[in-house]
């Protein structure tokens, strides 16, 4: 079946550090690729997303490239900030309004 | 702009209670779902709907029902609470079956059995 393995957390980095969050999936077909990110004490909201192989998902200067061959979808941000601080899901779309999510990574940003 | 709203924010049950969490949407989506997220395991599929009157189980169904007489309304019931069931529930909606469709998120419902 689908799944989604993404790097364990916590994250801990210094302002301005250099971020990657590693996820990789298992599916049949192509499915559609998300990054979710949940602020503390809200619910999710889209990050980015990636439709088909070799798309680049970006927001908020965060970036995830759809790699087919790898089935990787890893999150990477050049400079992060205090605000940058949640829970980041990789997930990928299924059928159905399902949507299959990884454990979570917790980031923490250190000013 | 409400978008998806769930209430309660919070909830003490005690074991064998039962209760409904509500939630509601107001962006005419077709397709709704209910989510808990427990440490280490991410979000996993409660129910799903895929429009008013249709219904369907997802991963993790035991010990909840689910209805649609609405298309803005989907609520979730516990029947008999257990301290399994200690929580954060998600409700989400979405526009339509199409593989890049974004999933809107409630605030969340924290659950406690006790």
């Known amino acids: 079946g689908n799944s989604v393995t993404q790097m364990e957390g916590p994250v801990t980095l210094s302002e301005e550090a250099f971020l990657t969050i590693n996820c990789t999936y298992t599916?049949?077909?192509?499915?559609?690729l998300f990054w979710y990110v949940q602020y503390p004490g809200e619910g999710l909201q889209l990050l980015l997303k990636?439709?088909?192989?070799?798309d680049k998902g970006s927001n908020k200067g965060f970036e995830a490239t759809y790699r087919k061959e790898t089935t990787s979808f890893h999150l990477e941000k050049g400079s992060v900030q205090v605000s940058d601080s949640a829970v980041y899901f990789c997930a990928l779309y299924s059928s159905a309004s399902k949507i299959i999510f990884g454990s979570g990574t917790r980031l923490s940003i250190r000013p | 702009n409400a978008g998806v709203t769930q209430t309660p924010k919070f909830q003490v049950l005690k074991t064998g209670q039962s209760m409904t969490l509500q939630c509601a949407q107001d962006m005419n989506h077709e397709y709704m779902s209910w989510y808990r997220q427990d440490p280490g395991m991410g979000l996993r599929l409660i129910h799903y709907?895929?429009?008013?009157?249709?219904?369907d189980q997802g991963e993790v169904p035991n010990g909840y029902n689910v209805s649609r007489s609405t298309t803005e309304d989907f609520p979730l019931r516990l029947l008999s609470a257990a301290p399994s069931q200690t929580s954060v529930y998600f409700c989400?909606?979405?526009?339509?079956?199409?593989?890049?469709?974004?999933?809107?998120f409630g605030q969340g419902t924290r659950l406690t059995v006790v």
């Open positions: 989400a909606s979405s526009y339509g079956d199409n593989k890049g469709t974004e999933a809107f």
């Open positions: 990636a439709t088909k192989a070799d």
């Open positions: 709907s895929v429009g008013a009157g249709i219904t």
């Open positions: 599916a049949t077909g192509y499915p559609s």
